[in-house]
């Protein structure tokens, strides 16, 4: 074994091994290791500057030099003879690496079946598979992580697939009961698995082990550590906390300009209204069908003179029949694929979707977004598909500008984000900048985005699935987040069952960072604008989303909530604030507000937003009641203004169809 002081921090050598452990940030270190002769100089995750009091470490090797400890304020990590780590809180151990090896290591279990903590697994002419596995710790739990479509806020037991899809989001960060946050600095697919046994983190392609940690008193600190070096969410821009207007799909201009006029007529403020998909010629043209937007400027000043913004969607897809085809073929622009055909879309074409980690593709994309749309008048970009989409999700068939789909394949939407971040940027817009996305990695918050959470059912089932998705995707550092109200895929937007669970859907969504009506509403039995099968005339549109769509009583109900929605705004904008400020998500588990609470760590159905309001949505059909729990303080149902109801306790609440139980503290 050799250790020595080096790169600010302690270098150990041992079986052609080279660990590094840094440190990086408050009672923070970043863990490295690789096989190679050096480490790739990749920071990924980890761009932020640190202040320099935060980069500093003490450092104590053993005189035998078998042995080392390195401490930055409150966390220290010790390396033992056989090069196994174990980590102290305030000197008491929360984690050690998992390792059954005869070998002097500190396992008391078997050390006869020879598994490592740190395993590198070769790849037949490649890199390596490598799992890094931890000792479970019996009662923790595990919190964060991105979003996942399951009701499971507490991720112990649970494995997941570290890999970009349409409603899944992979943000590796993962707060843990114990006091510690966790970060996997690797962008490539693989899994997280909290099992009883042991924890195991693995990447099926890397060239190095890099992860980061911390440790502090309570979840907000935990928070405010992370987004220090990964980056936070920059100030919303003004005019955007009120409704949101969208549905699959608007297809001309006259009908974006029919629904906003209606909205003014009811005398109702509309903030942003979202032109969709297929507005376009082809895929990749990135530019409006003439035949159907004669003339966007005209309408976005009119959308403009009533204080309504505009948005626009972008695919990163591009058909071999686009315009933009021959010169991002070319000039290697696009994602390749390594076998078969190449196509990573056939949705509506034989697309390739344009490589983002490329920058040349980045400037390229811009550009060709500021010329069509951003100069017309468009306000905002929806970067729809951005995971990307693919038809088959194998990730091993894609090569990217920056690696392997296997090693690289999940920073595709930070990417995208940033793209149009820093096309703002340029423009001395960067504050006007936010960008709907579909998916994101760690640290997209800093670059505008506003995650949603994918194109979900229109069940009470995923209702209740998007609020532990929203919950773990503020833990995991990205606080802008919204859902299609009433799910995205309905089959009869007219059954009354749909009305209920899009009543409650609203209800809930009041209390998200971000209000947007969308969906894509079934029966399909508008006849289309073309026979072409191009152009925007041809695809299908659902039936209206809009507030008035689905009957008075329904309407009501909406507005109703929509002006609790429009009084809330002060207190919004504190959040945000707050957010760019700290890190700290809108959407809060009620853990994160009262840590010494113990019932709080258990709780997945009820929420605070923000520090002031308790929200317990409903998330079955035909209830009208619900069993709220009321930590220490004194609380006042929002409904029933009168009536003041001291914690901590459990009581049951009245839900009419008209209101969710709300409680301010």
């Known amino acids: 074994m050799n250790l020595t002081k080096s790169k600010g921090g302690l270098t150990m050598k041992l079986y052609g091994e080279t660990l590094l452990i840094q440190p990086w940030g408050k009672n923070a270190f970043r863990v490295r290791a690789t096989r190679y002769p050096d480490f790739t100089g990749n920071n990924y995750a980890l761009e932020e500057e640190i202040p320099t009091e935060k980069k500093q470490a003490d450092i104590c090797i053993a005189p035998e030099g078998n042995s080392a400890e390195i401490t930055n304020g409150r966390l220290k990590i010790t390396v033992n003879p056989s090069g196994v780590l174990r980590f102290f809180k305030d000197g008491k151990q929360f984690l050690q690496e998992y390792h059954r090896c005869y070998d002097g290591s500190v396992s008391k279990e078997s050390i006869c079946i020879k598994v490592l903590g740190r395993h590198y697994q070769p790849i037949v002419g490649g890199h ?305 900048c936010c960008s709907l996305l579909r998916c994101g990695w760690v640290g997209s918050q800093k670059y505008g985005a506003l995650l949603w959470s994918g194109d979900v059912n229109s069940t009470f089932e995923s209702l209740r699935d998007q609020v532990a998705a929203g919950l773990n995707m503020g833990l995991a550092g990205i606080p802008w987040w919204n859902t299609d109200i009433g799910g995205f895929m309905t089959e009869d937007a007219h059954d009354p069952a749909f009305h209920e669970l899009l009543i409650r859907w609203f209800e809930y969504a009041v209390f998200t960072p971000i209000l947007r009506m969308h969906g894509d509403r079934g029966p399909h039995d508008i006849e289309p604008l073309s026979d072409l099968e191009w152009g925007g005339g041809y695809l299908h549109t659902g039936q209206p989303n ?20 429009q009084d809330m705004k002060p207190y ?21 507000e009262f840590p010494q609470d113990e019932t709080c760590w258990k709780l997945e159905d009820q929420y605070m937003f923000g520090d002031r309001y308790l929200v317990a949505p409903i998330l079955e059909a035909n209830a009208r009641e619900r069993k709220v729990y009321l930590p220490a303080g004194t609380w006042k149902n929002i409904h029933e203004k009168d009536v003041a109801i001291q914690g901590p306790q459990w009581i049951t609440a009245k839900a009419p169809l008209e209101y969710i139980p709300v409680f301010e503290k």
């Open 546 to 565: 809009e507030m008035w769509s689905y009957g008075e009583d329904v309407f009501q109900i909406l507005k109703k909530h929509l002006m609790l929605r």
């Open 128 to 432: 390596y598979e490598l799992a890094v596995r931890f000792e479970s710790n019996d009662g923790e739990q595990f919190f964060g992580m991105g979003q996942y479509q399951q009701p499971y806020l507490d991720l112990k037991g649970c494995t997941l697939e570290l890999a970009q899809r349409n409603s899944q989001v992979s943000v590796p960060f993962a707060i843990s009961s114990l006091g510690y946050g966790f970060l996997w600095n690797h962008p490539g697919v693989g899994t997280a698995t909290f099992a009883k046994n042991y924890t195991e983190w693995k990447a099926e392609a890397t060239q190095e082990m890099d992860y980061w940690i911390t440790v502090d008193d309570h979840p907000a600190d935990l928070i405010k550590n992370y987004t220090e070096v990964v980056g936070r969410a920059p100030m919303l821009p003004e005019g955007l906390l009120g409704l949101w207007q969208s549905k699959l799909r608007y297809r001309t201009q006259e009908e974006v300009l029919s629904v906003a006029r209606e909205y003014q007529r009811r005398g109702i403020k509309l903030d942003v209204i979202i032109i969709d998909f297929f507005h376009w010629t082809r895929q990749g043209d990135w530019q409006f069908d003439p035949a159907y937007w004669p003339d966007p400027k005209a309408m976005c000043e009119e959308l403009h003179a009533m204080e309504t913004k505009v948005m626009v969607s972008v695919w990163p897809n591009v058909d071999r029949k686009s315009i933009n085809f021959p010169e991002l073929n070319d000039r290697g622009l696009l994602i390749r694929t390594e076998h078969g055909s190449m196509q990573t879309y056939d949705f509506e074409g034989d697309c390739i979707s344009i490589d983002v980690t490329n920058p040349e593709a980045q400037q390229f994309l811009w550009e060709t977004c500021k010329k069509n749309y951003k100069d017309l008048g468009i306000d905002l970009f929806w970067l729809d598909n951005c995971e990307p989409d693919f038809s088959v999700y194998d990730y091993a068939n894609y090569r990217y500008y920056m690696g392997t789909g296997l090693e690289v394949s999940n920073i595709y939407p930070k990417m995208i984000a940033k793209t149009f971040y820093e096309g703002f940027q340029k423009e001395g817009m960067e504050a006007e």
């Open 572 to 592: 919004l904008e504190e959040l945000m604030r707050e957010a760019s400020k700290t890190g700290a998500p809108l959407l809060r588990t009620m853990f994160y």
